[in-house]
T-cell receptor
Framework: GQQVMQIPQYQHVQEGEDFTTYCNSS?????IQWYKQRPGGHPVFLIQ?????EVKKQKRLTFQFGEAKKNSSLHITATQTTDVGTYFC?????????????FGPGTSLSVIP | GAVVSQHPSWVICKSGTSVKIECRSL??????MFWYRQFPKQSLMLMAT?????????EQGVEKDKFLINHASLTLSTLTVTSAHPEDSSFYIC?????????????FGDGTRLSIL
């Protein structure tokens, strides 16, 4: 089955520093989704990437899908305390999966004020 | 935006009790819903796919008789943890895509924290 890795597992940054998390798949992906889960909360959808080499921006967040569609990254510029949480990538369960996704292990971000 | 409501938010009960968790789609119809379990500091693990009008599909290693899923209407799926034991204590979350189909983002309920004493 599909396997997805995320690094790093944890990241502690000073407020204002940048942050990047990487997601890697063992197989070529049709799409990849990113979610954020605040401590004690539920995952919230951030974005979906579909095209090879795609780059999308949401304010201070930049999402990238690799050319081979096997990896993706999420970069946050000038982190703020509101960025604290765990960031998960989610990939299709299989090439024929219908809505079903599996979640990466997540990267937990701590921001020191 | 799309909203998924989950109830209850917290459950604390004695070992051996059965617990029912409800997941509702509030402003859209969900023919498919997903149930996840999340242990502290871990990722979401898919337990089962709830299909309206048919049997749920369970992931490998998930006991069907332990975790009963019913999807009786287009807006409601329920997960019943039968004869719960302390090892069943976890954060249970449901999700649903607003539009069934490939590559649709999931909208999550607030989750249910289950503590079995």
């Amino acid at each position: 089955g599909q396997q997805v890795m995320q690094i790093p597992q944890y990241q502690h940054v000073q407020e204002g520093e940048d942050f990047t998390t990487y997601c890697n798949s063992s197989t070529t992906l049709s799409n990849i989704q990113w979610y954020k889960q605040r401590p004690g909360g539920h995952p919230v959808f951030l974005i979906q990437l579909v095209k090879s080499g795609e780059v999308k921006k949401q304010k201070r967040l930049t999402f990238q899908f690799g050319e081979a569609k096997k990896n993706s990254s999420l970069h946050i510029t000038a982190t703020q305390t509101t960025d604290v949480g765990t960031y998960f990538c989610a990939v299709p369960f299989s090439k024929t999966s219908y809505d079903k996704v599996i979640f990466g292990p997540g990267t937990s971000l701590s921001v020191i004020p | 935006g799309a909203v998924v409501s989950q109830h209850p938010s917290w459950v604390i009960c004695k070992s051996g009790t059965s617990v029912k968790i409800e997941c509702r789609s509030l402003d859209f119809q969900a023919t498919t819903m997903f149930w996840y379990r999340q242990f502290p500091k871990q990722s979401l693990m898919l337990m089962a796919t709830s299909n309206e009008g048919s049997k749920a599909t369970y992931e490998q290693g998930v006991e069907k008789d332990k975790f009963l899923i019913n999807h009786a209407s287009l807006t409601l799926s329920t997960l019943t943890v039968t004869s719960a034991h302390p090892e069943d204590s976890s954060f249970y979350i449901c999700s649903a895509p607003t539009i069934p189909g490939f590559k649709q983002p999931q909208h999550f309920g607030d989750g249910t924290r289950l503590s079995i004493l």
